[in-house]
């Protein structure tokens, strides 16, 4: 399918791995121009180059940490943008009797106020030429609490909760806003996760994939191609009629009938 999108230009957030480079390489596929952004440079600019030699569009690499202010200057002096994927790190885990209000700010900074101050930087330009694209990358967790991450829990349903009014009022602009949802997706982060476990329990690695395999329906971890493939979808011309939407992409792991 075209999705007609060829030629747009897209701030694809924390994108030199993981399931920000899934997003940026669909993106790339479709067409579109990229600004792309981590805080590592050398894995930000391997994965730019490559993505320049496949698909041939323009891709400019921001090393930066987009968490702070100087690291969203940074990318946004590269618009305007026709299209807005945020994304950044998620919070560690730990017990609800762990964390202090430093801790809680910090998390709130980087999943909730970050793509906030993004949006409010994009979302008038994308209004004035009546068309823009704007997809954050949240979590299964404001579906279904993970226990363990409950920092991650408060900040992305606080995002949840900003999308949800703000989609409506832009979208008579031709401005969309929707979240993707991820569940378990084979990723550096949930490596990082299964070798918690691994080590916790004394199992293997392969023992520790499998058990978390087995929780998902579909029988396996979603791979950052497909989640990749939605996200070029919610940011195509065709999806201009879905707003506002939480898309959970997780496999059926989480048990809800809506
Ligand atoms: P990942 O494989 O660890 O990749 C994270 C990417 O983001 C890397 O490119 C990393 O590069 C960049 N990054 C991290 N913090 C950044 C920051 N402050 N500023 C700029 N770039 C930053 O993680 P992932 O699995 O793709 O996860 C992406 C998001 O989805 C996270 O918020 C995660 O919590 C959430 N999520 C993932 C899963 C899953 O199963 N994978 C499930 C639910 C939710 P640098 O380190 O070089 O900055």
Not at 113 to 122: G, R, S
Not at 189 to 214: C, P, T, Y
């Amino acid at each position: 399918m075209d999705l007609r999108i060829r030629g747009k230009r897209a701030l694809v957030c924390a994108s030199s791995k993981g399931l920000g480079r899934g997003c940026a390489e669909a993106l790339a596929e479709a067409g579109v121009d990229l600004v792309m952004n981590a805080r590592g440079a050398e894995a930000l600019e391997a994965t730019a180059a490559g993505i320049r030699a496949k698909s041939g569009v323009d891709v400019v690499a921001v090393a930066g940490d987009i968490t702070t202010e100087a690291g969203r200057a940074a990318v946004l002096a590269h618009g305007p943008f026709d299209i807005l994927v945020t994304n950044a790190g998620g919070p560690p885990p730990g017990m609800w009797s762990d964390w202090s209000r430093e801790d809680f700010i910090k998390a709130l900074d980087a999943n909730m106020l970050t793509p906030i101050a993004l949006m409010q930087a994009v979302l008038p330009g994308m209004m004035a030429q009546g068309w823009g694209r704007v997809v954050n990358i949240t979590s299964v967790s404001v579906k279904a609490p993970v226990s363990v991450l409950g920092l991650s829990n408060s900040a992305r349903t606080g995002l949840t909760g900003f999308v949800a009014g703000t989609a409506r009022q832009v979208a008579g602009k031709g401005v969309t806003i929707n979240n993707l949802l991820p569940g378990i997706h084979a990723t550096d982060r949930a490596v990082a996760l299964d070798q918690g476990v691994m080590k916790a329990r004394g199992i293997s690695m392969e023992e520790a994939f499998a058990e978390r395999a087995a929780t998902i329906p579909a029988g396996r971890y979603g791979t950052p191609e497909e989640f990749g493939a939605a996200c070029a979808f919610l940011c195509s011309q065709h999806a201009g009629f879905i707003v506002g939407q939480n898309i959970l992409l997780d496999g059926g792991a989480t048990n809800t009938t809506f």
